[in-house]
């Protein structure tokens, strides 16, 4: 697999520098990867500056949400790197994202070179510090112009990547139950990672900033009793010792991060229990002092503890030690995995090529 490199992509590079501060997902690498598909056929991939694009008012994804991304990190940390963590996982979850939006799926050789290529190029501006990273925003869109409701037959297949510190600047989150709007429905869209799950979330959020909590915590559509997800995060917690977190359903994101720590965590000889979880369960759990811990996570959150739970009636429950043992355990063996400090027992950590330019 090749990618075609615009001379001005390299220019681009050359004259980058990057910010003092970069936050999370602000600063982006000045160069991104670009793919069509029309005809029934992928066209060629190339490394272009990065830059708006155009497109015409009509595009699909503009009238009908056909879109789809991914979430991804390069790490290079201490002279170790720049690798990259289970990137199949993540082509094979969007072309899975693509069959359910009905969009064309991408031959994984063009996603993953895409990814490399920009990463191999963007070396120089990967943060070093342990918990940072380079963040990769790899994305399609329907680009067919015209206003019928139907599957696009054209598509555009981008990378962009972003520079990034930590995800959340707080160390302990608090969070919403959310217990009127849903994320997901059986038979939904909800294992999807396309961008309605996450507009349609919007609301909720601006609701737990109101109320004083920086996230939301969803509860199935059916019933709204069985805890499924964050809006961007998978959900655990430690119950008499045990690590719990919701079965993975079609209305939850199969978190990559979330399967990682299952197989960390076992390898650790902690039981871990993948079920259906009561909300209410869960809360009494937290009174009663059995839920030791509680943690989010994701490819940008990593681990991050939550320490305290709460709905619109104003009830709060605070859990005991929501930076307890077993988390702290768990991040600092993923981290050191990502970042190349650890055996890598599983095969999941890919070293990328660096590129001179
Ligand atoms: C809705 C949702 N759940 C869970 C996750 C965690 O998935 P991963 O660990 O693959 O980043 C994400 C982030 O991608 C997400 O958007």
Redo the contacts with the bound molecule.
């Keep these: 697999m090749s990618i075609k490199i615009d001379p001005k992509a390299l220019e681009a590079l050359k004259n980058f520098t990057l910010p003092e501060t970069i936050g999370f997902g602000s600063t982006l690498v000045p160069i991104m990867a670009v793919c069509d598909y029309r005809d029934g056929k992928w066209g060629e991939l190339e490394l272009l500056p990065y830059g708006p694009i155009t497109l015409d008012p009509t595009a699909k994804v503009l009238h009908y949400g056909q879109e789809i991304f991914e ?1 991804m990190k390069a790490y290079h940390t201490d002279g170790h790197g720049p690798y990259l963590f289970r990137p199949e996982r ?1 082509a094979q ?1 969007f072309n899975e994202s693509a069959r359910r939006m009905a969009m064309a799926e991408i031959p994984e050789e063009i996603y993953l070179e895409a990814v490399r290529s920009i990463v191999g190029h963007s070396n120089d501006f990967i943060p070093t510090n342990s918990g940072e990273s380079l963040y990769l925003r790899p994305f399609m869109i329907a680009t067919d112009e015209n206003l019928g409701i139907k599957p696009s037959d054209t598509y555009k297949f981008m990378v962009i990547a972003s520079p990034s510190g930590s995800y959340f600047t707080t160390g302990c989150l608090s969070v919403l139950v959310e217990r009127e709007n849903v994320r997901a429905c059986p038979g939904g869209m909800g294992a999807a ?1 396309t961008g309605g ?2 507009a349609g979330s919007l609301i909720s959020a601006q609701r737990a900033k109101k109320l004083g909590y920086q996230q939301t915590l969803w509860l199935d559509g059916i019933e709204k009793k069985y805890i499924e ?6 959900f655990f917690a430690v119950i008499d010792g045990k690590l719990f977190t919701p079965k993975i359903e079609d209305t ?2 199969d ?4 399967s990682s720590l299952i197989q960390l965590a076992k390898d650790q000889g902690i039981e871990v229990v993948e079920e259906k979880m009561e909300i209410e369960k869960l809360l009494k759990a937290i009174n009663d002092g059995s839920c030791t811990e509680s943690f989010a ?4 959150a990593i681990i991050t503890p939550i320490g305290k739970f709460g709905d619109v009636s104003g009830t709060e429950w605070n859990v005991s030690n929501p930076e307890g043992p077993i988390a702290k355990k768990l991040r600092g063996s993923l981290l050191a995995l990502q970042e190349g400090r650890n055996e890598d027992q599983h095969g999941w950590r890919e070293t990328v090529k660096v590129v001179c330019y």
Excluded: F
């Design positions: 979430g993540n979850r990672k799950n996450y997800e964050m809006s961007g995060m998978n939850i994101l978190g990559i991060t979330r996570c994701g490819t940008a």
